[in-house]
């Protein structure tokens, strides 16, 4: 009875609700964005480019810049710096322009976190400069400077104030990579073409013997080649595969690539950044890596970690 008198209860009050001229059924409202209030929404690109004067909007290339510093093997810094194997990992966005070639920080500052919790430091545009690939490599080689004002400190791992950090990496562009993989697909026919012939040595020489009614005997189907020919065709197999191996070389592997390419100045289309750049201080020594993704409207790809 008690269970009864509450169900009948509830049955009551959501009557007097839906009664009431102040309830409005969601099907019967009209929602808008406009009565929603939904403030409008910037764009990364449009985001990225607002500190940039006009003439250089067109000439900009957004990159998500990711320092790791930190003790590196055969390195020359003094011996205590960064000693405790702890990491300071600096991750902040830049634009890279062709305004006297510099690399300006969009935000001007980068955050990490210590023992006492969220540290924010100022961080300064330096310059960047791009060497042309040349006959042997199809990468170019891409170096920058940035300027860190303050000091920073993160379990040993040290940055004075006013240091300068010199990042170099290397650079391709898709076209660069396309050409690098029509290299090695050429390469690799040759090695497949002077690896049969080297198979038909043995292929011809074992084949089933055939019947000659002139001599009435079984003989060789086919007649074999001279010990110098079957040598040639060896030597020029190596020659192939040390040539696929030398052109295969060359083509940098997926995963040592940005997950992504995008825009930099001076060179058409887009163009991926190596992974596992060299971050050097003032006194050339090394004392970190560093790696990039491109700032884009485009989705964001899940299918291997970007750092």
């Not at 026919?189 to 055939?210: G, M, N």
């Amino acid at each position: 009875m008690m269970i009864h008198s509450k169900i009948s209860c509830s049955i009551a009050m959501m009557m007097a609700i839906m009664a009431s001229p102040t309830f409005l059924p969601y099907s019967s409202t009209t929602m808008s964005a406009a009565a929603l209030q939904i403030p409008k929404t910037t764009t990364t690109t449009s985001m990225m480019m607002k500190n940039l004067p006009e003439s250089s909007v067109a000439a900009a290339a957004g990159w998500r810049i990711a320092l790791n510093i930190g003790r590196e093997r055969f390195t020359s810094m003094p011996s205590n710096w960064a000693s405790s194997g702890a990491r300071l990992p600096l991750v902040f966005p830049c634009n890279f322009t062709t305004q006297q070639n510099e690399v300006i920080p969009i935000k001007g500052e980068v955050r990490y976190v210590d023992s006492r919790g969220e540290v924010v430091k100022p961080i300064t545009k330096g310059n960047w400069t791009l060497d042309p690939p040349n006959q042997n490599n199809a990468q170019r080689k891409l170096t920058f400077t940035l300027t860190f004002p303050e000091t920073m400190n993160r379990n040993n791992v040290i940055l004075d104030a006013g240091t300068t950090v010199h990042c170099e990496g290397l650079l391709y562009t898709v076209q660069d990579i396309k050409d690098l993989n029509a290299q090695f697909y050429k390469a690799r026919d040759k090695t497949d073409d002077a690896a049969r012939r080297v198979s038909d040595i043995s292929k011809r020489r074992d084949a089933p013997k055939k019947w000659d009614f002139e001599q009435q005997k079984w003989v060789k189907r086919y007649k074999e080649d001279s010990l110098f020919a079957n040598l040639g065709k060896r030597v020029k197999l190596f020659g192939a595969n040390m040539e696929e191996k030398r052109k295969s070389k060359k083509r940098p592997k997926a995963t040592m690539l940005s997950v992504d390419s995008g825009p930099f100045p001076g060179l058409e289309g887009e163009v991926f950044i190596a992974k596992g750049g060299i971050v050097r201080g003032s006194n050339n020594a090394v004392m970190g890596t560093w790696s990039a993704e491109p700032i884009t409207d485009r989705p964001a790809s899940y299918f291997r970690p970007t750092y």
